[in-house]
């Protein structure tokens, strides 16, 4: 086995962990940061592409108590105020931050533009450049990583299970997947920045390595996980004709810009009969549209694909180039001219509300142990306001670094030499059945049964009988998992990494299983069609941790609802 020992150990490097990574460095300690993927180049923010909200007020009076007003509202009651008040309030912070970083967000007349994005009643949205505001934020994170001296970058390493001696997070083991070496980090603190969980679902925007690991590792430490019913489908997801070489969710800052108008089969406009009103600007939040286009499939309106049309044939050529320039051209490529077609639309898997609970120094319920970005839960409640996403990585991400580094300074160690082959013989306990020639194929069939039930079961839509049938087959599966081991092999073993991959993704899919079989209301994200109203008296929110038998059980709490300081005194 090979023994690293650091002082702050990030596990993922997307927004999130590289600038959970910076923060600890620049608090004094030594740092590894580790990926699955190539650093700063996996994951969703670098996926990212206009919407990053902060109310910096250049062009328009904006606060961040504005900002956050915005962010509950759009929460339908469950977001933790406190942690949605840092993230409103802290993303001015980072934004000018990066700033200084010459990320080159865009400008009009010297000052930084921002533009009106869905749930937003002022532009406090940034961005760099047309669709590049992912790559481009991804790049500037990695270059500040780069010269941060005591920060060691280590891609192509799948950490597998934070080890936990005496109830304390001590580090982590996991596998190099070049070899398959064993891989021990001792660390006075872990924070955990691994994403989301979308890759669960049939139709996703996610990079290949969004399947739950933060949340996995988490439930596996002993922390609690926190609303997990409450993934997010961004609704306007790209369809049809086929697209290549773009993000499916690229339509957003085309719709929002330019007033995209939503049509079902017969064209007529139909977002006003589910509570939207979009009057020929993106004013609807995204879990209304998603609903609304999913219901009017439902009703026999859906377009030859299945889903809704996404027309832009009454906006001028000269206009569509300005706001957009050469991704006009790239469109062509694609066969596709919005001056004369619609294209067809539909919701994808895109983000998820719900995740680890933290407090406002991003720590779990286990000492040592952090998380950070996608992976927390709370500050979003039921549904996510847009551009609230890569904020919510720097603010949360610096947040979770600096505090990391705080107690890896008191000097506290409590790895023992035992605690990492306790925590490999847990994995091969659960992975004790017979040798298969066929898993690579078998695994496969899993991923993809998997991402099925979740789709048909567990997706927009959503009933009791529905969701007890995902939940027969996901523990079905988890079984079936222990009974697989992949073939022998180290190097490069994918077989290996797909198991692995697969024990995280089925107890996170049970997670959410579970949490929206138990919330019988419609709220938000999560639509109960045998529960279609939302209830009062469901205001609370929903917690999840694996009992003494290693089983998910759950139950409920009041939501945080002090921000620390009143709106009053914070206002201008």
């Known amino acids: 086995m090979i023994h690293l020992e650091t002082d702050v150990l990030v596990v993922g490097a997307g927004g999130a962990g590289m600038y959970a990574a910076i923060a600890a460095a620049r608090n004094g300690a030594d740092v590894i940061l580790a990926d699955k993927s190539m650093i700063g180049r996996g994951g969703a923010t670098i996926m990212a592409q206009m919407t990053t909200a902060a109310a910096l007020g250049e062009h328009q009076p904006d606060h961040w108590t504005d900002h956050l007003g915005d962010t509950l509202e ?33 400008r009009q007349d010297g000052k930084i533009i921002g533009v009106t994005a869905p749930g937003h009643r ?61 891989v021990a ?18 139709r996703n925007s996610a990079s290949a390595n969004m399947n739950g690991d933060g949340y996995a590792l988490a439930l596996r430490a002993g922390a609690r996980l926190l609303d997990m019913e409450f993934p997010q489908f961004f609704p306007i997801g790209h369809l049809a004709p086929r697209l290549v070489g773009m993000d499916p969710i690229m339509w957003d800052p085309f719709r929002y810009k330019l007033g995209g108008r939503l049509l079902n089969a017969k064209g007529e406009e139909f977002v006003h009969a589910y509570g939207g009103a979009d009057e020929g600007r993106y004013v609807t939040t995204r879990d209304i549209i998603s609903y609304g286009i999913t219901k009017e499939a439902e009703a026999g309106r859906a ?3 299945g889903g809704v049309y996404l027309s832009f044939e009454h906006i001028p050529e000269d206009e569509l180039r300005a706001a957009f320039g050469p ?34 120094r991003m720590e779990t319920s286990v000492p040592g142990l952090y998380a950070a970005g996608e992976a927390v839960g709370g500050a979003n409640g039921a549904n996510r306001l847009s551009g609230n996403a890569i904020p919510e990585a720097f603010v949360f991400g610096e947040r979770a670094g600096r505090f990391a580094a705080a107690r890896a300074g008191e000097g506290r160690r409590t790895w023992p030499d035992d605690a990492a082959a306790r925590c490999l013989d847990g994995i091969r306990a659960e992975s004790s059945g017979q040798q298969a020639e066929s898993a690579g194929a078998a695994l496969g069939e899993m991923w993809a049964e998997l991402q099925r039930l979740m789709w048909e079961n567990v997706g927009v839509l959503r009933t009791g009988a529905r969701i007890e049938a995902a939940l027969a087959g996901i523990r079905a599966m988890r079984r079936d998992l222990r009974d697989l081991l ?30 929206a079989l138990n919330r019988t209301e419609s709220r938000g994200a999560h639509q109960r069609e045998d529960f279609p109203e939302t209830d009062p008296g469901q205001e609370h929110n929903q917690y999840l941790h694996l009992d003494g ?21 914070a206002a201008p």
């Open 74 to 106: 759009a929460g339908r009651g469950l977001c933790n105020e406190a942690l949605a008040a840092i993230l409103c309030e802290e993303a001015v912070t980072r934004i000018r931050e990066m700033d200084r970083w010459k990320v080159g967000w865009a």
């Open 122 to 182: 002022a532009p406090r949205c940034v961005y760099v450049d047309f669709l590049n505001t992912g790559p481009a934020v991804a790049k500037c994170l990695r270059t500040q990583v780069a010269r941060g001296e005591t920060i060691t970058r280590i891609s192509g390493l799948a950490i597998n299970d934070v080890v936990v001696a005496d109830g304390v997070a001590a580090g982590a083991v996991g596998f190099a997947l070049d070899d398959g070496s064993p």
């Open 185 to 202: 980090v001792s660390a006075a603190a872990v924070v955990l920045a691994a994403g989301g969980l979308t890759r669960i679902y049939q």
């Open 303 to 305: 377009t030859e694909n």
């Open 327 to 360: 991704v006009i051209d790239r469109l062509a490529d694609n066969g596709i001219d919005l001056t004369r077609r619609p294209i067809e639309v539909s919701p994808i898997a895109h983000y998820h509300m719900g995740g680890v609970e933290v407090n406002e």
């Open 486 to 515: 992949p073939p022998e092999g180290n190097a490069f073993n994918l077989a290996l990494q797909d198991w692995h991959d697969l024990r995280s993704a089925l107890l996170v899919a049970e997670s959410v299983a579970l949490a």
């Open 549 to 569: 038998n290693g089983e998910l059980a759950a139950g409920f709490a009041p939501v945080v609802r002090s921000a620390g300081e009143s709106l009053a005194e």
